[in-house]
């Protein structure tokens, strides 16, 4: 059996032998021994550091003497003692704990003994951290704004609240602290009438990281959410509208498609990048009420708003779908060739393989397939035709031009998949090779991947990383210093582009606009 009698006279290998066997063994007669190399180290950094562990795995089966240890006045022991104490969860070591976290002063210790009081998790204990949520130690502030919200404590609301509206002052707007996130959370988590409402009151947070962190958290919430986020679809701002509208499409519950039909037929949703962020929410939905609401939607002319519909319809298309849209497309009326383009840009292989059966419509698929100059698309539909396999089918496909060789690439990030189809076609119609991306992070892994690109469009508001991240990241990329960035936005508060240009946008473009609009905003910016 392991002893640490002589130790100190030991060789290196002998000595991390017979701690690796007490740490294996968790034998408490040990701890005396133990106890003194702790407190009177080696002075050989290894050696020095195996003591710390094998202490600490005979600490683990002696919660008596852990607990003994929060006293000790030793302060590298305590500190130990109070580690061992949450690292094991030792119950009785709460009462303790607590109030150490009562008297101690000194922040990095509180650190230590709140971190540990949390592991322990012992009920009541909420009352312990709530004095620190105001605390100018911004790590301490944060683990009790996340204890608050594990223990659900309606009494933080007043501090959590607080700190969310700091962070839409004119100092904050440029940053987003751990303590704004935990407070979110917690917000979130207690999930109160009061807190959920006091969340969807600040969707639009002038700060757009926190208004990231507010979108996830209400789409967490799930259907908790959605009777708060109704009132804005008639009461809210555009931004507030379009905003609470994306939530309801990511929660993608029924309650969230019927409020949003709702609005449609209440007449609240007249500006047309409403209209388009509601049809795309109904689109992920897909509930009954949902796709009769979409199947209106063909009637759109608007070019985006159209692509938004038939994406969801592709989704969820169904036999009178299915024949309603044929109608569309052989009445012959303005919109016909308006949906055909839709149908191509937004890769809408179900729908095209299903319409295309009638040979009436299928000609008019052809001839706006014919016009595309994306080849990934124009392979797109040509390997489903050959998988038709007709004879008319393949006579088709072997109609389809090829496009010409893209000479640029345009970086795109949108978490919008009509809009990237949108841009998708607008692009290679430049005779660019689109780089496409769901958010920041994805648009920023073509650059840690070496892939350079003549010029970059990305979207304000969207997940994992929005669009002002998304360019101070790239400002700060070799070859990206001066490459030209035009911000897609739907933002009407000036503070908000403001924030975007002392990142380094270079131009802006605000939905809806036309083709063409984009393509001589692109060619302004490149001076061709």
């Known amino acids: 059996m392991a002893t640490l009698d002589g130790f100190r006279g030991k060789d290196f290998l002998d000595q991390i ?3 690796n066997e007490i740490a294996g063994s968790r ?7 133990l106890i003194d190399l702790f407190d009177n180290p080696i002075g050989d950094t290894g050696v020095d550091y195996m003591i710390v562990g094998a202490l600490n ?5 002696s919660e008596a003497v852990v607990v003994e240890g929060l006293a000790s006045k030793s302060l590298p022991f305590r500190t130990l003692c109070i580690r061992t104490s949450g690292e094991y969860a030792f119950a009785t070591a709460a009462g303790p704990l607590a109030a150490m976290a009562q008297s101690e002063t000194d922040p990095d210790l509180l650190i230590e003994i709140l971190a540990s009081l949390a592991k322990i998790r012992p009920a009541g204990a909420e009352s312990v951290f709530r004095p620190f949520l105001s605390h100018p130690d911004q790590l301490l502030a944060a683990m009790a704004m996340e204890m608050a919200g594990v223990y659900a ?41 009061g807190s959920i409402r006091f969340l969807t009151e600040n969707l639009h947070h002038k700060n757009p990281t926190v208004r990231r962190i507010i979108t996830d958290a209400l789409v967490r919430l799930g259907e908790a959410a959605l009777p708060f986020l109704e009132p804005l679809y008639s009461s809210g701002s555009t931004d507030e509208r379009i905003l609470s509208c994306n939530i309801a499409g990511f929660i993608g519950a029924r309650k969230g498609a019927d409020a949003l039909v709702r609005a449609f037929d209440g007449g609240h949703f007249t500006d047309s990048n409403v209209r388009y962020a509601a049809f795309e929410a109904l689109g992920r939905i897909g509930t009954l009420k949902g796709l009769v609401c979409l199947v209106d939607g063909l009637m759109e002319s608007d070019e985006l708003i159209l ?3 038939v994406t969801g319809l592709e989704r969820h298309a169904a036999p009178g779908v299915l024949k309603t849209i044929s109608e569309r497309i052989s009445a012959g009326t303005k919109n016909s060739p308006r949906i055909c383009r839709a149908i191509v840009a937004s890769r809408a292989l179900r729908l095209f393989q299903e319409l295309y059966k009638d040979e009436f419509v299928g000609d008019h698929l052809i001839d706006a397939l ?10 797109a539909f040509s390997l489903r035709l050959n998988e038709i396999g007709s004879a008319r089918a393949r006579a088709d496909a072997a109609t389809l031009p090829r496009a010409k060789t893209a000479t640029r690439k345009a970086l795109v990030a949108d978490d919008s998949k009509s809009m990237l189809a949108l841009y998708r076609r607008i692009l290679t119609d430049l005779g660019f090779e689109p780089l496409m991306a769901a958010n920041g992070q994805e648009a920023y892994a073509y650059v840690e991947n070496a892939e350079f690109a003549d010029v970059v469009i990305t979207d304000m508001n969207m997940p994992v990383m929005d669009g002002v991240e998304l ?37 802006f473009i605000t939905k809806p606009f036309k083709p063409e609009e984009l393509k001589a905003k692109l060619s302004e910016l490149l001076g061709t």
Do not use: F
């Open 17 to 19: 032998t017979v701690l």
């Open 27 to 33: 034998d408490p007669q040990h701890l005396p021994a």
């Open 57 to 61: 795995a005979v600490l683990g089966s």
């Open 153 to 193: 404590d309606g009494l933080a609301l007043p501090a959590l609240m607080e700190t969310l509206r700091a962070a839409g002052t004119p100092e904050n707007i440029e940053r987003c602290d751990i303590t704004t996130w935990k407070a979110i959370d917690a917000l979130a988590a207690i999930a109160t009438p």
């Open 307 to 309: 692509m938004a519909v």
């Open 370 to 379: 014919r016009l595309s100059q994306d080849q990934e698309i124009l392979d």
């Open 471 to 507: 360019v101070g990241k790239l400002r700060a990329s070799l070859g990206y210093d001066d490459t030209p960035i035009l911000m897609v936005t739907t933002e009407s508060e000036n503070s908000q582009r403001d924030l975007a240009a002392k990142a380094g946008v270079n131009a």
